[in-house]
């Protein structure tokens, strides 16, 4: 009973600080970064359902990496490689069109990390480590503290804050 009523809470808590950003006109970033390392599915799902307000490359790129995030977390391996295939589509085409977009290349890789090596989707991990490395200091503070948390399990950017 007790696990139910944390988890309640943080959902909660994560929904009310979602939708105060949402409000705003912003996407929240930090939710979607957070929601893609938890793989929470209820999180996921809310921040999917909030992303269809907005429009623009942001919007494509944070709702494919979720969506390939949540590809993770299916049972059924034909609806995996369709959803992955589906949020693969959108961030790579928000990657094609601002090809130097760091925050767009942070969140492919974090996909690529953690996708199965028979997808074939980890290519990109060093590219996309140097320009986050190169960028890093002109990220906002909030981005910045992201990549950083992210980094101490990342292999590719572990040596990010030296």
Same mark, same amino acid.
């Given at each position: ?8 809470? =943080?959902? !909660?808590?994560f ?5 105060? %950003?949402? *409000? ?5 970033? $930090? %939710? !979607? ?5 938890? *793989? ?11 992303? +269809?307000?907005?429009?623009? %490359? ?17 049972a059924?391996? /034909?609806?995996?490689? %369709? ?13 094609? #069109? ?25 290519? #990109?991990?060093?590219?996309?480590? +140097? =320009? ?6 002109s990220?906002?503070? /909030? ?9 101490k399990?990342s ?5 990010? $804050?030296?």
């Amino acid at each position: 009973m007790k696990k139910k009523a944390v988890r309640y809470f =943080l959902v !909660c808590g994560f929904l009310f600080s979602f939708f105060l %950003a949402t *409000g705003q006109g912003q996407i929240d970033k $930090n %939710a !979607c970064i957070k929601a893609m390392a938890s *793989g929470n599915v209820s999180q996921i799902d809310v921040l999917q359902k909030q992303l +269809q307000k907005f429009s623009g %490359a942001e919007k494509e790129a944070y709702e494919g990496a979720l969506l390939m995030r949540k590809a993770e977390t299916l049972a059924v391996p /034909a609806k995996k490689l %369709a959803l992955f295939k589906k949020g693969y589509k959108k961030l790579e085409t928000a990657i094609l #069109n601002a090809p130097s977009n760091t925050e767009f290349r942070f969140l492919r890789l974090m996909v690529q990390e953690h996708a199965p090596k028979n997808l074939g989707y980890n290519k #990109n991990i060093m590219q996309d480590a +140097q =320009l986050i490395k190169t960028n890093y200091k002109s990220l906002s503070a /909030a981005m910045q503290t992201q990549i950083s948390d992210y980094s101490k399990n990342s292999k590719a950017l572990k040596d990010i $804050n030296n």
